[in-house]
């Protein structure tokens, strides 16, 4: 939530008057990565913190299939509705969360799935707070199979039942990839990842995203190989997702 700008109702929160001084309350913080930047600000909210690490950080989970297709924009539209025929035919529609990089665009896709007989609403930062609480609600439920959302309405909400997270645009950076595919296969459960990766827009991904692949054993594309990715490249802790203590203290605890 630091990065998502909300710093200053955080701020808000911790110096009012109600709230116990820093060094005499316990203030955990929880994350699937820990940037450098971001861990400059949590220093104005932790006190003396231990650093803690479960697996690799900012690593995805094992349990969620990943899945790239290499797509040009002006395709990625048909290919979705492909890529749902598939679903619907194998009965795993429901539960589907389709993340877009435009307000706009949510809207858009919600409109053309749903006239193609897909149950489809949206969610994102023009809707009202009934609209987007009524969305929620009805994807919660089943009552609509899939929800086109932005990463930022979709940040924060508690969703359970998510079984397919489809990156219609993948987003800018590699941090909000690993956070919008761990909305699926948690609690033990499988989840699915199906990515549209346009060379045009999303290039500057393409290592990471081997990274990100070889750290969950799963298999990397050969063309995704192409272009400046490394082939050579070994999994490890890579420290822009925050896999080092920037205070150089010697209490980073890490757990397989």
């Known amino acids: ?19 116990v001084p820093l060094g005499e309350r316990q203030t955990l913080m929880f994350s699937a990565t820990f940037p ?20 690799i ?23 979705l509705r492909e890529v749902l025929e598939r679903e619907n035919d194998a009965g795993r529609l429901s539960g589907t ?11 858009f896709i919600a ?3 749903s006239e193609n007989n897909y149950p489809t609403t949206s969610i994102h930062g023009d809707r ?17 199979s899939i929800l086109v959302a932005t990463a930022v309405a979709a940040r924060g909400l508690d969703i359970k039942n ?12 590699i941090d909000e990839y690993v956070h919008r595919i761990g909305r699926t296969g948690r609690v033990g459960n499988r ?18 995203l081997i990274r990100i692949l070889k750290q969950a054993s799963q298999p990397v594309p050969d063309w995704l190989m192409g272009g400046n990715a490394n082939r050579n490249f070994m999994p490890g802790k890579g420290s822009k997702f925050g896999g080092a203590d920037v205070r150089g203290v010697c209490n980073l605890i890490i757990f397989p």
């Open 128 to 144: 009202l707070q009934r609209q987007r609480e009524e969305a929620l609600a009805d994807f919660k439920t089943g009552r609509m």
């Open 162 to 173: 998510v079984s397919h997270v489809i990156n219609y645009d993948l987003p800018k950076g």
């Open 57 to 79: 950080v900012g690593g995805a989970c094992s349990d969620v299939e990943q899945n790239f297709y290499e797509v040009a924009r002006n395709k990625k539209k048909d290919l």
């Open 36 to 55: 450098d930047e971001v861990q400059h600000l949590a220093k104005r909210f932790l006190n003396d913190y231990l650093f803690l690490a479960v697996g």
């Open 97 to 107: 969360l389709v993340f877009v990089e435009m307000k706009k665009k949510a809207d």
């Open 1 to 19: 939530m630091l990065d998502m700008g909300f710093l200053p109702s955080i701020e808000k929160i911790v110096d009012h008057e109600s709230m």
């Open 191 to 208: 989840g699915k990842a199906t990515s549209f990766f346009d060379p045009d827009d999303d290039g500057h991904l393409r290592t990471d």
């Open 111 to 113: 409109v053309f799935l």
